[in-house]
């Protein structure tokens, strides 16, 4: 049996988006990421809104803007089963994407000045991180946990040098 996984027109375009903005065109990116999110909808296929509501919460100017889509992806991430993440990659697990959704929301409450729900979501994230695997996406969660948390403990509003969890 071939576990290879169908391919995924969609997520195509979504990493396609991505890499734009990653290559230096944050601006097409986030053009062609909003107007995907225009065609799935709000109550389109859940792992289409979570990854594309996490990438496009990066490439926001404000962190006014930017926490409404860290939260449609926390939203869609409720909405995913292991099973259809499953479909895109064979080792996906939704409770792996979680910490770094509260994570990203941690540092972009931070960023907004409302320390207590920053604590509250990066408590999660570190609750929720203690499960994930030592590796490379492992690690730069939970150095994201303490980037924050040491922002946080200072009273920084400034963004990090880089996103918590570029990479995941």
Same mark, same amino acid.
């Given at each position: @049996?071939?576990? +290879?996984p169908?391919?995924? &027109?969609? @997520? /195509?375009r $979504?990493?396609?988006? *991505?890499?734009?903005?990653?290559?230096?065109?944050?601006?097409e990116?986030?053009? =062609?990421?909003?107007a995907?999110w225009?065609? $799935?909808?709000?109550?389109?296929?859940?792992?289409? =809104?979570c990854?594309?509501?996490?990438?496009l919460?990066?490439?926001?100017? /404000?962190?006014? *803007?930017?926490? *409404?889509?860290?939260?449609?992806?926390?939203?869609?991430?409720t909405d995913?089963?292991?099973?259809?993440?499953?479909?895109?990659?064979?080792?996906?697990? *939704?409770? !792996?994407?979680?910490?770094?959704?509260?994570?990203?929301l941690?540092d972009?409450?931070r =960023?907004?000045r409302? &320390?207590?729900?920053a604590?509250?979501?990066?408590?999660?994230?570190?609750?929720?991180a203690?499960?994930? &695997?030592?590796?490379?996406?492992?690690?730069?969660?939970?150095?994201?946990? +303490?980037?924050?948390?040491?922002?946080?403990?200072?009273g920084? /509003?400034?963004?990090?040098?880089?996103? &918590?969890? !570029? !990479?995941?």
């Open positions: @049996m071939d576990d +290879q169908t391919p995924d &027109p969609t @997520m /195509t $979504i990493i396609e988006a *991505v890499q734009l903005g990653q290559a230096g065109d944050p601006a990116a986030r053009h =062609r990421l909003t995907l225009d065609e $799935i909808g709000a109550t389109g296929d859940a792992l289409h =809104r990854t594309l509501a996490h990438y919460a990066d490439l926001q100017e /404000t962190p006014e *803007v930017e926490v *409404v889509w860290d939260e449609r992806a926390l939203a869609a991430a995913l089963t292991d099973e259809r993440a499953q479909q895109h990659h064979h080792a996906l697990q *939704v409770r !792996a994407f979680l910490p770094s959704l509260h994570l990203n941690a972009v409450h =960023r907004l409302d &320390p207590d729900r604590r509250a979501h990066l408590d999660t994230a570190r609750s929720l203690a499960h994930l &695997p030592t590796d490379q996406y492992g690690d730069l969660v939970r150095a994201g946990i +303490q980037h924050v948390d040491q922002a946080l403990a200072v920084s /509003t400034r963004r990090l040098d880089s996103d &918590p969890t !570029a !990479a995941g």
